[in-house]
C-alpha cells in the first residue's frame, strides 16, 4: 500500500462519515421531541438560527462548527451514559470539582477527546502505514488505543482537578475556621460568621460558604445547608467541622471552642502530611547519592592508589 492510496483512503473514509452525519441529522430523518413542540407556543419565537446562539458556551474552540455537530455529540453522550454504570458516581466527582457541569456535559467532552484521539491516531498510522513500517492490524490498534488514550485522558484531567481542588480548600480551611471563630467569639452566630467570612475572603472554601449562605436565606436549615456542604466536597477534615458545627448549633454547646478545635486539626493534618512527603523526599534522594555521587567519590579515593600501585610495580 502506497501513501498516495492510504491518503486516499483515509480522504474517503472521513467523507462517508461526513456525509453519514449530515443524513443522520436531517429534518425529516431526526426525530422531534416533545420540547421542540410545545416550545414555539410558550415563547416568543426568534428569527435568528439557532446555531449561532452564544448562550451554551462552547466546549472547542471551533465554535460554529461544534454547534452543527453538538447534537450527534449530545445522542453520543447520551449512549454512552447509558452504557456507563458509574453515573452516580460521576455525578458526585463532578461536584467535588466544583464546576457546573452535569453529566452529559462530561460524556460529550469525553467523546469529543476520544474523537480526537482517534484523529490523530489514525493520521500518525496513516502515514507510518503509508511508508510501509506498519500492517493493517497495527493501524486498527492503534487507532483504538488513540482514542481510548483520549477517553482516559478526560477522566484523569478530573480526577487532578479534584485533587488541586482539595488541597485549596484544605489549605484555607485553618484561616476561615478561625475567622469564622472570631466573629462567633464577637457575639455573631453561626449564619453571621459565616456571612462576615463570605464577603472578606475569597477561594474555593469562601464560595462554597457563599452557596451554603445563599441556601439558608433561601429557607434551608443551617444544618441542612453544611450536611449537603459536605457531601458535595467529601473531605474528613470538613466533614468533621460540619457534624462540629451541627451538634453545637443544635445543644448550644460553644460554637469558637468547636471551630478553633477543628482549625488545629487540620493545621496538624498538614504537619503531618508535611513529614511524611519529607520522609518520602529523603528516601528517593538516596537514590542518586548511593548510585550516583557514592561511587564517582569510591572511584575518586581508589583511582589514585591503584595509579600508584602501577608505578611502583
Same mark, same amino acid.
Given at each position: 500500500?502506497?501513501?498516495?492510496?492510504?491518503?486516499?483512503?483515509?480522504?474517503?473514509?472521513?467523507?462517508?462519515?461526513?456525509?453519514?452525519?449530515?443524513?443522520?441529522?436531517?429534518?425529516? @430523518?431526526?426525530?422531534?421531541?416533545?420540547?421542540?413542540?410545545?416550545?414555539?407556543?410558550?415563547?416568543?419565537?426568534?428569527?435568528?438560527?439557532?446555531?449561532?446562539?452564544?448562550?451554551?458556551?462552547?466546549?472547542?474552540?471551533?465554535?460554529?462548527?461544534?454547534?452543527?455537530?453538538?447534537?450527534?455529540?449530545?445522542?453520543?453522550?447520551?449512549?454512552?451514559?447509558?452504557?456507563?454504570?458509574?453515573?452516580?458516581?460521576?455525578?458526585?466527582?463532578?461536584?467535588?470539582?466544583?464546576?457546573?457541569?452535569?453529566?452529559?456535559?462530561?460524556?460529550?467532552?469525553?467523546?469529543?477527546?476520544?474523537?480526537?484521539? @482517534?484523529?490523530?491516531?489514525?493520521?500518525?498510522?496513516?502515514?507510518?502505514?503509508?511508508?510501509?513500517?506498519?500492517?493493517?492490524?497495527?493501524?486498527?490498534?492503534?487507532?483504538?488505543?488513540?482514542?481510548?488514550?483520549?477517553?482516559?485522558?478526560?477522566?484523569?484531567?478530573?480526577?487532578?482537578?479534584?485533587?488541586?481542588?482539595?488541597?485549596?480548600?484544605?489549605?484555607?480551611?485553618?484561616?476561615?475556621?478561625?475567622?469564622?471563630?472570631?466573629?462567633?467569639?464577637?457575639?455573631?452566630?453561626?449564619?453571621?460568621?459565616?456571612?462576615?467570612?463570605?464577603?472578606?475572603?475569597?477561594?474555593?472554601?469562601?464560595?462554597?460558604?457563599?452557596?451554603?449562605?445563599?441556601?439558608?436565606?433561601?429557607?434551608?436549615?443551617?444544618?441542612?445547608?453544611?450536611?449537603?456542604?459536605?457531601?458535595?466536597?467529601?473531605?474528613?477534615?470538613?466533614?468533621?467541622?460540619?457534624?462540629?458545627?451541627?451538634?453545637?448549633?443544635?445543644?448550644?454547646?460553644?460554637?469558637?471552642?468547636?471551630?478553633?478545635?477543628?482549625?488545629?486539626?487540620?493545621?496538624?493534618?498538614?504537619?503531618?502530611?508535611?513529614?511524611?512527603?519529607?520522609?518520602?523526599?529523603?528516601?528517593?534522594?538516596?537514590?542518586?547519592?548511593?548510585?550516583?555521587?557514592?561511587? @564517582?567519590?569510591?572511584?575518586?579515593?581508589?583511582?589514585?592508589?591503584?595509579?600508584?600501585?602501577?608505578?611502583? @610495580?
Amino acid at each position: 500500500m502506497t501513501g498516495l492510496t492510504s491518503m486516499a483512503m483515509l480522504a474517503g473514509a472521513m467523507v462517508g462519515i461526513s456525509l453519514l452525519l449530515v443524513l443522520h441529522r436531517l429534518p425529516p @430523518l431526526r426525530s422531534t421531541t416533545f420540547a421542540e413542540r410545545v416550545a414555539p407556543q410558550l415563547r416568543s419565537v426568534s428569527p435568528a438560527s439557532r446555531l449561532l446562539d452564544p448562550s451554551t458556551p462552547d466546549l472547542t474552540p471551533f465554535g460554529p462548527l461544534e454547534r452543527i455537530l453538538r447534537p450527534v455529540l449530545r445522542d453520543a453522550g447520551r449512549r454512552l451514559a447509558r452504557l456507563s454504570p458509574g453515573n452516580r458516581s460521576l455525578a458526585v466527582r463532578l461536584q467535588q470539582a466544583g464546576g457546573t457541569k452535569t453529566v452529559l456535559d462530561f460524556r460529550v467532552e469525553q467523546v469529543l477527546c476520544a474523537g480526537g484521539g @482517534l484523529l490523530m491516531g489514525g493520521t500518525a498510522t496513516a502515514f507510518l502505514a503509508g511508508s510501509g513500517r506498519i500492517g493493517v492490524p497495527a493501524v486498527v490498534l492503534g487507532i483504538l488505543a488513540c482514542a481510548a488514550a483520549g477517553f482516559l485522558l478526560r477522566d484523569y484531567l478530573l480526577t487532578h482537578q479534584i485533587k488541586r481542588r482539595n488541597a485549596r480548600i484544605l489549605a484555607e480551611f485553618p484561616s476561615l475556621a478561625e475567622m469564622m471563630a472570631l466573629a462567633v467569639g464577637a457575639g455573631e452566630n453561626a449564619v453571621g460568621s459565616l456571612e462576615r467570612v463570605s464577603a472578606a475572603a475569597q477561594g474555593e472554601l469562601a464560595g462554597e460558604f457563599r452557596r451554603v449562605l445563599a441556601q439558608t436565606r433561601a429557607g434551608t436549615p443551617l444544618t441542612a445547608a453544611l450536611e449537603e456542604l459536605s457531601d458535595r466536597i467529601r473531605l474528613a477534615p470538613l466533614t468533621r467541622f460540619v457534624d462540629g458545627v451541627s451538634v453545637a448549633v443544635e445543644r448550644g454547646t460553644p460554637l469558637a471552642d468547636v471551630m478553633r478545635a477543628q482549625a488545629q486539626d487540620v493545621r496538624d493534618a498538614a504537619k503531618r502530611e508535611l513529614m511524611e512527603t519529607a520522609g518520602k523526599k529523603e528516601i528517593a534522594m538516596m537514590v542518586p547519592v548511593v548510585f550516583g555521587i557514592l561511587p @564517582l567519590t569510591v572511584l575518586f579515593a581508589v583511582f589514585p592508589g591503584m595509579a600508584l600501585l602501577r608505578l611502583g @610495580l
